[in-house]
Every structure is written in structure tokens, then in C-alpha cells.
């Protein structure tokens, strides 16, 4: 069943708890019209049950909440046309599921800085939990994990003809790394590595944005706390100026070029990324 919601400049906002199904409900977008698009809901889920979109909001321009139910009988797909012109593309796309407000995505993810971010992640397919049901959001993300969350949020398809690093050849990640390689967006190291299983920091990872996004930007923020003289000063200081990190974070509060990331920063940085582009 197709809907069409016109995301008004005032348009009311349900007062649900945040909650969808992980690895439950997720969604994918087709582009319609010059102004318009197309989003898919598609359910797995077991008994019989379906989903049916019931209402969507937006926020700041940049934010499609979309609400939808579940039900038994119901179809396994929804979805509802999207018109853009009041919205801002890129846009990040959030799925709540009404039937059960107090049922959480991952259950060590509700309240904390980049719940949004890693909800969006998930509706869309890039990034999943552990067997336990949670996300982990504290624990780290190794190099070879971050380029395959990276071209998942892409949708990239991993194929490459590069022979890639001399450490990569029977890693599970090779096809992403060597994929993100052929793109131009990550380097080795001089010994010909790329140290897939090392924990990626503040400075590679904003290296590997920058060299994807090439951001652009007037607003030149005085920045006194990096280190002018770091290998990655400019790509850091173009995904800050850019608004990947924001002086609200507490990634930017606690700012140290090579700090190792957590899955919640990850999650921020590549979901902001992705709606700023």
C-alpha cells in the first residue's frame, strides 16, 4: 500500500517512545520525481505479522521520522512518497514502531549521544547488533570495520580487481578494503600493510570522510585544541568545520587525533556524514 505524505513547513510530531524491531524492519529509498522519493518499509518478522506506515515527521529539514504499526496479517511491506521540497537532501530517515513504545532497538543504546545516529544506520541496513541483541556502543571498531560500515552506508557493492595490501589477502574484509581502496579513500602504510584488525582513530577515520566527501565549506572555525602540525590537521578540521563533530560532542570536548573510536562514534560520524553530503 503506497502513501503520500507532504511534509508541510508545521507538521505535527507523535510523542512516542523511540523503538523499532532490530533486525526487524528496515527500509531503502527510490528516487520518483526531481523532488520526490519513495520509501520502502520491509518487515521480517515472524507469526504472521506485517507493518502498515501510519504517519511521518520531519525536523530541522534534515530528519524524516516515519511511524509505522505491527500487525498480524498485515503486508511485509509498506511505503510512502516523500516530497522533498521543504526538506533538505541528504536526509536521515528514522523508523518507529508504534505497537510496542517501550520495546528499544538495542537495549544499551536508549538515551545515550548517538542513538539516533546507529538507529539510522540500522533502518538502512548498514550496521547490525551482536546475537546478545545489543549494539556494544562502547566497544572499539577495528580499521577493516569501519571501511565495510562506511560502503555499507553507501550501498557500495564490494567488488574489486586490486590486489590490495599484503596483510588483506585471506581477511573477511578484503573485498570492502580493497573496494575502498580502488575508490581512493584509504592508504596503507609504507610497509605495504593496512592493518585490518587495529582500532581505527579520530584521525583516520576523519581522513577516510574527507577523502570520500571532499567537503566544502565557508565556516572556518577557530580550533585552537588541534594539533596544526598532525599528519590529518585538514581532514580533521574540514569534518569539524563541516559539522561531522560538532563542539557539542563529547568526542569533541575529549578531542585526541589518535584515540581509538567506539561503535556509537562511528555510528555519529558516518550517519551525519551521510545527510551533510
Not at 69 to 76: I, N, S
Not at 116 to 125: A, K, T, V
Not at 237 to 263: P, V
Request: glycine share 6%.
Amino acid at each position: 500500500m503506497r502513501k503520500i505524505i507532504g511534509l508541510l513547513s508545521v507538521i505535527f510530531i507523535l510523542t512516542v517512545s523511540v523503538t523499532t524491531y532490530a533486525h526487524g524492519t528496515t527500509y531503502t529509498v527510490e528516487q520518483i520525481g526531481e523532488n520526490t522519493i519513495t520509501v520502502i518499509l520491509k518487515a521480517d518478522l515472524e507469526d504472521g505479522k506485517g507493518i502498515e506506515i501510519t504517519s511521518a515527521s520531519k525536523r530541522d529539514g534534515k530528519v524524516l521520522n516515519i511511524f509505522y504499526r505491527v500487525e498480524k496479517g498485515a503486508p511485509k511491506t509498506d511505503s510512502m512518497d516523500v516530497d522533498l521540497r521543504t526538506m533538505l537532501p541528504p536526509i536521515r530517515i528514522i523508523l518507529t514502531n508504534i505497537s510496542e513504545p517501550d520495546k528499544a532497538l538495542f537495549p544499551d543504546i536508549k538515551g545515550i549521544y548517538a542513538e539516533e545516529y546507529i538507529r539510522h544506520l540500522h533502518d538502512m541496513g548498514a550496521i547490525n547488533g551482536f546475537p546478545d541483541g545489543t549494539f556494544k556502543p562502547n566497544k572499539g571498531v577495528s580499521r577493516a570495520e569501519f571501511v565495510t560500515m562506511l560502503l555499507n552506508t553507501l550501498k557500495v557493492e564490494k567488488k574489486s580487481r586490486s590486489k590490495g595490501f599484503k596483510d588483506t589477502s585471506e581477511h573477511w574484509a578484503k573485498d570492502a578494503i580493497n573496494t575502498a581502496y580502488d575508490m581512493k579513500i584509504i592508504n596503507g602504510f609504507k610497509d605495504g600493510t593496512f592493518k585490518p584488525n587495529d582500532g581505527i582513530t579520530a584521525a583516520q577515520a576523519a581522513k577516510i570522510i574527507d577523502n570520500l566527501f571532499k567537503f566544502r565549506t565557508s565556516t572556518q572555525k577557530e580550533l585552537p585544541k588541534l594539533n596544526e602540525k598532525h599528519w590529518a590537521y585538514n581532514s580533521i578540521k574540514n569534518i569539524i568545520n563541516a559539522g561531522i563533530i560538532t563542539e557539542e560532542d563529547q568526542l569533541f570536548k575529549n578531542f585526541r587525533e589518535n584515540d581509538y573510536l567506539s561503535r556509537a562514534d562511528c555510528a555519529m560520524i558516518l550517519s551525519r556524514a551521510i545527510a551533510i553530503e
